[in-house]
């Protein structure tokens, strides 16, 4: 531009004005297209696109309207794309993504809250308080619906119905926050509500069968119904299930445990969390889910589960292919059956079951407030039995009390802490204000209903922005679910690290419908004092109930033995879920073991501390070693010296970087409680006193030991003979060295998806289907491969590294012996020496420094490596194969533990130093020579 105007100041005076006068503007052009805030949002499971594009499905293409909308009505705003490190969305640990964009500085302006990791994100100063917008907001709504609101406004004072929140998700919002000031830290968009969907054509067609056995035709309304329709409407010879479910039994299992009475984490009166779920009430939510998943039915000789386990990860398409009668899943507040493409006409929405009868007394949930109001919550009910629940979750189906309740979620989002720029604030807090404005949702309405989702609408939305035609098409029944559930529904545990309180609460309900044996299930199953009670909400009140069926005179001292045992066995399964969620989830440890390990934890400290310091000092010792041997007696200029280390100067400040300040930076970590986002604190020794009363730790550790062992004798040692084997073979020596090696051009995740698929629990996994037409399984019973044993799991998951891993070391080897001299082998001919005696005399001897090496490496990469264990098994069952890979990574990234994980990668790291030294003194004595043969 300059030289422009340079040439035209020579040429007119004028064009040198016109000139000045188009920079000028171009300059407040790009000025104004500066000033022009682009957003970046960043989701639970990783960066998103700039929201709106590439819309496809109704709900994405009413979104795409949304933001348009938005843009017109803010141009002075815009959209990004951001993009982070990505996890597969059915991990368990899917919600690392976000943290690790945190930590690493490049998430988004707006990041995703739900209700089980607000707390967290709370914690960690991930997210900035919204009050001041709030608060301009609920001014504004009082002012046009003409509510008196108290002036000054603060925030205890607000309404939910003012600004149109639920209850539920403004508890969940307004909470205190790190330092104990209550703030308003995210804003919903959208709100969920767990629901039974079943299948209308089925029932229909199965009538006559439902109505001989005493059924009406309907969803089940109670646990005991749900048993009954789910027995009756399987069909193992057409491959029909009552209920499809899913072997990761947390999802449901914490609807179960708020249906039979049971609080899963509350605060107690310093507003610190506690995990409650170490109730009576557990002991029935465990039998009834034994019962629910192990319950079979026999016809014409084939036999089924009444309930289609999908394995660990959940999926619709049972349910959808009409395969499965029931199903649990969400029900929007906009879109009443969203993500179940079926038609009304076979699609029902119904509330989830209610559970066991609590009692028999009282006229009304008013009454039963009056008989049994509970101490401390008021409109809640306590129980004689200590099962409790709200008034409005009471229900009576004419045989007593019930408690009706679900899971109630939104999808949220929040203002990063990375957003400093107030403009930015204001821009982030205007997109989340629209998008769950009264225009968004007419806006998402409208177009739900011209792409053919009418009948998925909420009718009341229908009719409020101008649809009544289509109004009378949704069902009646669905309107009244989505009232039913919203007004029963329990906001999903959202305490302290509750994103994965799914991984305790489940722990019971695994030991007893998955970890015990087929045979010892269907025992217990069938024990009628064990199916009397959690039908008669007599969980671990055993004498009272075997009191009450002595006076029957159908008592059996078997059945009485099998009672208290599985009691005895539920209520430890209990008591090991509540001490793991202690520990990991509120970081718990009593303050006198605590003291007491101090101690300890000084001398490992210093042990860590001496080996480091031996190692280094080792290191150093044969450093100089070499220099008095004189390894390069050509002496070379000192330019020649500089040069060399110009060179390297960048593989050594990329070593610095990526290696050594990650060390010294972890030796600070180890001793703090480290927080991503800032407000670290120092902790002295307690990381490494808590990792050794870890129990888990001391369980990764003989885990990984077992894992190495099996490592070492299944994937290191057979490459050597099948190398000396393919050396021998005179024809196909290179196609058999391809099948070998081709594995090993896959990534390691991908082998382990892929053998994961070969060890699927169901009769259709590759391996049980063998099984089967081969007469070894029945398809009834098929192996459940990675969750019968520990020991199955841990041989089951190394058989993929002994795929994938003898090929690369078999090459290697047959390399090798291409440098053993050929006459060796034709003088031990001459001797005699048969095949043996020249495998041990020659050929290993020779490969013995390959073979010291390889095995170092290996043993320290078998130490090291976790992620296909992580893939296939996630550490099940029962921690059978958690690793100290794992116990790294989760703790790290799962509950956020960094000192605690950082203090165990240490110990790891001083244990490997030894064999690191010892790898070096190998080396220095080594020396390799070309192969002389082909």
């Not at 209700?115 to 967290?120: G, K, P």
């Not at 009576?396 to 989002?413: K, P, S, T, V």
């Not at 001490?579 to 003291?595: S, V, Y």
Request: net charge neutral; hydrophobic share 45%; glycine share 8%.
């Amino acid at each position: 531009m300059a030289s422009i105007q340079l040439f035209f100041r020579r040429c007119h005076p004028l064009a040198s004005c016109l000139v000045a006068g188009l920079t000028m503007i171009a300059s407040t052009v790009r000025a104004t297209e500066d000033e022009r805030i682009l957003l970046k949002i960043t989701g639970l499971w990783g960066g998103v696109s700039a929201p709106g594009r590439d819309a496809r499905t109704p709900e994405e293409k009413a979104q795409a309207e949304v933001v348009l909308a938005f843009l017109q009505k803010f141009p002075q705003y815009g959209f990004q794309s951001s993009r982070t490190i990505r996890l597969p969305a059915g991990s368990k640990a899917a919600e690392a993504s976000l943290l690790m964009a945190m930590a690493g500085r490049t998430a988004g302006d707006i990041i995703y809250v739900n209700f089980r990791v607000i707390d967290n994100w709370v914690r960690q100063n991930f997210l900035r308080p919204l009050d001041e917008y709030v608060l301009d907001y609920a001014r504004e709504e009082c002012a046009r619906r003409g509510i008196a609101c108290p002036q000054p406004l603060t925030l205890d004072q607000i309404d939910p119905e003012w600004i149109g929140l639920n209850r539920h998700t403004w508890e969940t919002i307004y909470r205190p926050g790190p330092q104990g000031t209550w703030h308003v830290w995210a804003w919903p968009e959208q709100e969920l509500a767990m629901a039974l969907y079943y299948r209308k054509d089925v029932l229909r067609e199965k009538s006559a069968i439902l109505e001989a056995a005493g059924l009406e035709v309907r969803p089940p309304r109670t646990w005991e119904e749900m048993i009954e329709y789910s027995r009756v409407l399987t069909d193992p010879i057409k491959g029909e299930f009552g209920f499809q479910s899913t072997s990761y039994a947390g999802w449901y299992f914490a609807d179960l445990l708020w249906q039979a009475g049971v609080e899963i984490v509350e605060r107690d009166t310093n507003l610190a969390w506690q995990v409650t779920w170490n109730a009576p009430g557990t002991i029935d939510a465990v039998r009834f889910w034994r019962e629910l998943m192990t319950t079979e039915v026999t016809k014409e000789g084939k036999t089924s589960f009444i309930a289609m386990d999908v394995g660990r990860t959940p999926t619709r398409m049972g349910f959808i292919e009409g395969k499965a009668a029931f199903m649990w899943a969400y029900s929007a507040d906009l879109r009443l059956a969203g993500g179940v493409p079926l038609d009304p006409e076979i699609l029902g929405v119904a509330p989830l079951p209610a559970g066991p009868v609590q009692t028999t007394e009282g006229t009304s949930p008013e009454d039963l407030l009056q008989r049994f109001p509970h101490p401390t919550k008021k409109g809640w009910v306590l129980f004689p039995n200590g099962r409790q629940a709200p008034a409005t979750a009471l229900v009576n189906f004419g045989d007593g009390w019930r408690i009706r309740a679900n899971e109630i979620n939104a999808y949220m989002w929040g203002i990063s802490s990375l957003c400093t720029d107030p403009r930015r604030q204001r821009a982030a807090w205007e997109w989340l204000r629209f998008q769950n404005s009264d225009e968004a949702r007419r806006i998402r309405t409208r177009v739900l209903v011209e792409n053919g989702g009418a009948i998925y609408v909420r009718p009341d939305l229908l009719k409020k922005y101008g649809f009544e035609e289509y109004y009378e098409q949704v069902p009646r029944e669905w309107r009244e679910a989505n009232e039913n559930v919203f007004r029963t529904g329990r906001p999903e545990p959202n305490g302290k690290n509750c994103q994965y309180v799914y991984e305790f609460i489940e722990i019971p309900a695994r030991y007893a419908a998955e970890y015990a044996s087929l045979a010892e299930r269907r025992a217990r199953m069938n024990n009628p004092l064990i199916r009397a009670s959690w039908r008669m909400a007599m969980g671990g009140r055993d004498d009272e109930l075997i009191a009450k069926w002595t006076e029957k005179g159908e008592l059996r001292e078997h059945d009485v033995a099998m009672l208290r045992a599985d009691t005895a066995a539920i209520e430890a399964a209990i008591a090991l879920s509540i001490e793991r969620a202690k520990r990991r989830m509120l970081d718990e440890i009593p303050a006198t073991e605590l003291q007491r390990y101090r101690r300890y934890a000084l001398g490992v400290v210093i042990v860590v501390a001496a080996a480091c310091v031996l190692g280094a000092r080792a290191i150093l010792r044969e450093y100089r070693t070499d220099s008095r041997r004189n390894l390069f007696p050509h002496r070379h200029p000192p330019r020649i010296h500089l040069t060399a280390f110009a060179f390297m100067a960048v593989a050594l400040l990329s070593v610095l970087v990526w290696n050594y300040y990650p060390l010294a930076r972890g030796a600070i970590i180890a001793f703090q409680d480290y927080q991503i986002m800032g407000g670290s604190r120092f902790v002295g020794l307690d990381n490494f006193v808590k990792v050794f009363t870890e129990p888990l730790f001391a369980k990764a550790v003989v885990n990984t030991l077992l894992w190495v062992l099996l490592q070492l004798s299944l994937t290191f040692f057979p490459p050597i003979f099948l190398a000396i084997i393919l050396d021998e073979i005179p024809r196909g020596k290179l196609l058999f060295r391809v099948i070998f090696y081709l594995p090993a051009v896959m990534s390691s995740l991908v082998v382990a998806y892929l053998w994961l698929w070969m060890f699927s629990p169901n009769a259709d996994g590759l391996l049980n289907s063998l099984l089967i037409k081969a007469g070894l399984v029945k398809p009834s019973e098929p192996v459940a491969w990675l969750t019968r044993s520990q020991l199955l799991a841990m041989i089951c998951v190394i058989i993929p590294s002994i795929w994938a891993g003898i090929g690369p070391g078999c090459i290697i080897y047959l390399a090798a012996l291409k440098s053993i001299p050929e006459d060796i082998y034709e003088a031990a001919d001459l001797d005699g020496a048969g095949p043996w005696r020249k495998v041990f005399s020659i050929t290993l001897p020779y490969l013995k420094p390959l073979i010291i090496i390889n095995f170092v490496g290996h043993f320290i990469g078998a130490f090291r490596s976790w992620e296909g264990i992580f893939v296939m098994t996630g550490g099940g069952p029962s921690d059978g194969t958690h690793v100290l890979g794992m116990e790294v990574w989760y703790n790290a990234f799962a509950y956020l533990r960094f000192g605690y994980a950082t203090a165990v990668a240490w110990i790891i790291g001083a244990a490997l130093v030894g064999f690191t030294v010892y790898q070096l003194r190998v080396l220095r004595n080594v020396r390799f020579t070309t192969a002389q043969r082909d």
